[in-house]
């Protein structure tokens, strides 16, 4: 069992951390909310005063931070993780950045003889609690092997995507067709309804047919349709609207740099940002169908 120091213990990092406490390692966490770091100690874990403080003597370190600017204000510079870390530690960040970032990162771990990936996830918060997350890894296949009987205690599926910031392209790309599907989703069961159909016979209908797709099958975005999607619950939990806004923006960028059309990526965004403003940036990101109908947050 490995000694690790995870930083980020929030919606995904909390429950990451519990499952590694769970198949034995020992896990010292940190996190800027110390109501996090509360329910993590009261899962097993270590509590830690500071990221310096979580990952001294420690084999492995993971986080989970919002974005690429936290990623790098954790690691770089003389006052950076990257300085204080030993030769030979495993850095893993799960966190999902830009690219760009996640490449300097790990180009400054290299200088430091650290191995590092990135590992972005896919799975949400219910496959952060079950251990069915999906990484989506960047970096040596050496060190991603190195990293596997870590990661296995959080995940169903490894997957090995390329070099350093390969995990967050793939990523990116995932999340820019999640929100497009989705969007697309809402858009066919709200014509549909309008036009006198009910939602769950139509959504049946287009699960049997070329329209099914992973909402209709698992998060369906139809309020009762599903008793267990975030749509049933007035889209709370889940994935929030400000995230997949946020992702969608890291997709924009992407094309921008490498000139690649993105036409619905691009559209999508702007609606979720517009959805976000309107006060549901907290809201599962399966309520743009409300945005849709125009309903807005009371």
């Known amino acids: ?26 896990v ?22 500071s990221a310096e403080e979580a990952v001294v003597g420690a084999e492995v370190v993971i986080s989970m931070l919002p974005a690429g600017r936290h990623v790098a204000g954790l690691y770089l510079g003389e ?11 495993l850095v893993i960040d799960s966190s999902t950045i830009d690219a760009e970032t996640a490449r300097q990162v790990a180009a400054a771990a290299v200088e430091r003889d650290l191995a590092m990936i990135d590992a972005p996830v896919s799975g949400g918060v219910a496959g952060a609690a079950a251990g069915t997350l999906t990484f989506i890894c960047g970096g040596e296949e050496a060190t991603l092997e190195r990293a ?9 599926a490894v997957f090995h995507a390329g070099g350093a910031g390969a995990g967050q392209v793939a990523k990116m790309c995932n999340n820019m067709l999640l929100g497009i599907l989705m969007t697309g989703t809402a858009e066919a069961l709200s014509l549909g309804e309008a036009n006198g159909l009910d939602p769950a016979v139509l959504s049946e209908i287009m699960k049997a047919s070329s329209g099914n797709n992973w909402a209709l099958q698992v998060y369906n975005p139809w309020p009762g349709v599903m008793e267990n999607a975030p749509a049933s619950r007035d889209y709370q939990g889940g994935f929030a609207v400000d ?36 006060g549901a940036g907290g809201k599962d990101f399966s309520s743009i169908l409300a945005f849709l109908r125009g309903e807005r947050p009371g």
Not at 148 to 156: F, Q, S
């Open 148 to 156: 596997r009987a870590i990661l296995e205690p959080m995940a169903k």
């Open 79 to 89: 006052r950076g993780l990257l300085a204080r870390l030993p030769p030979g530690t």
């Open 28 to 49: 010292s966490g940190f996190d800027l909310a110390a109501t996090a770091v509360e329910k993590f100690t009261a899962a097993g874990g270590r509590g830690a005063a």
């Open 243 to 278: 995230l997949i806004a946020k992702d969608l923006g890291l997709a924009n960028g992407a094309a921008l740099n490498s000139a690649t059309g993105i036409p619905l990526g691009a559209l999508v965004r702007q609606l979720y940002l517009t959805h976000a403003k309107q």
């Open 1 to 26: 069992m490995a000694k690790i120091g995870f930083i980020g213990l929030g919606n995904m990092g909390g429950p990451m951390a519990a499952n590694l406490v769970r198949a034995g390692h020992e």
